[in-house]
């Protein structure tokens, strides 16, 4: 099973969704490219690339795949890209930028046009607020801040064209959105869940975009255990 992390964060991010897991299966987190261990990373920054790169780690194996945010983007491109190889998808508020109906004043939207360091403090203060931003060390505010660049060449890319097509995702997919977060990002899962042939949508009370980190337990139970239940083979994942 491999857990990848939306836009401007790391695999730590997903360290308290894999310790609901790790009792049962094999847990992968990752840096993506320009971000943590992964920086820094000349580019460029597209789906495609992030795919390319998950194909490399998972070096043949099979795996489910669970996508927080933007990483969502990337595992249901993967499932397509490797055919067989990825048995069901996870996702949990992706963003799905290049369709008409997206907002342009979401926390991506609002950082693709600033500078690299200004777009990362922007995005990462609609996230979570000027107070708490302000609230991390300095070397955590700057780390952030360098980590601009992968975070403007990804979203720019994402809303230039779709990364992948619904009616190409052939494998499960359970669409998950928190009922404390944004609108469009119901709606996003919404629309996911009908356009792929076999999608489900899962709503998380109380939860927000950070529902990995504050609803750990419940986003396992709800948005990764049921693939279990219904395909075969899984369980070695």
């Not at 991010?13 to 894999?18: D, P, Q, S, T, V």
């Not at 504050?214 to 899984?234: C, K, N, Q, W, Y």
């Amino acid at each position: 099973m491999v857990l990848i992390h939306g836009s401007l964060d790391r695999s730590a991010g997903m360290a308290r969704l894999a310790r609901q897991l790790h009792h049962r299966f094999r847990v992968l987190r990752y840096d993506r490219r320009g971000y943590a261990r992964s920086f820094p990373h000349p580019g460029p920054f597209t789906v495609a690339d992030q795919v390319r790169d998950l194909e490399r780690l998972l070096d043949g194996r099979a795996a489910v795949l669970v996508g927080h945010s933007y990483g969502g983007n990337v595992a249901l491109a993967a499932s397509i890209h490797l055919d067989g190889q990825v048995s069901s998808v996870s996702v949990f508020e992706t963003p799905l930028s290049w369709m008409s109906w997206w907002p342009g004043t979401t926390a991506g939207g609002a950082s693709v046009a600033a500078s690299p360091e200004d777009a990362a403090e922007t995005f990462m203060k609609r996230l979570i607020g000027t107070e708490a931003w302000d609230a991390l060390p300095e070397r955590t505010r700057e780390e952030r801040r360098r980590e601009g660049t992968a975070l403007q060449g990804e979203l720019s890319a994402l809303r230039e064209g779709a990364p992948w097509s619904p009616e190409n995702v052939t494998v499960p997919v359970m669409c998950g959105y928190g009922s404390l977060g944004s609108p469009h990002h119901r709606e996003g899962m919404t629309w996911l869940s009908a356009e792929v042939a076999k999608g489900e949508l899962v709503c998380i009370e109380g939860a927000g975009h950070g529902a990995p980190n504050s609803h750990a337990e419940e986003f396992a139970r709800r948005l990764v255990m049921p693939h279990f239940d219904t395909t075969d083979g899984i369980s070695t994942a």
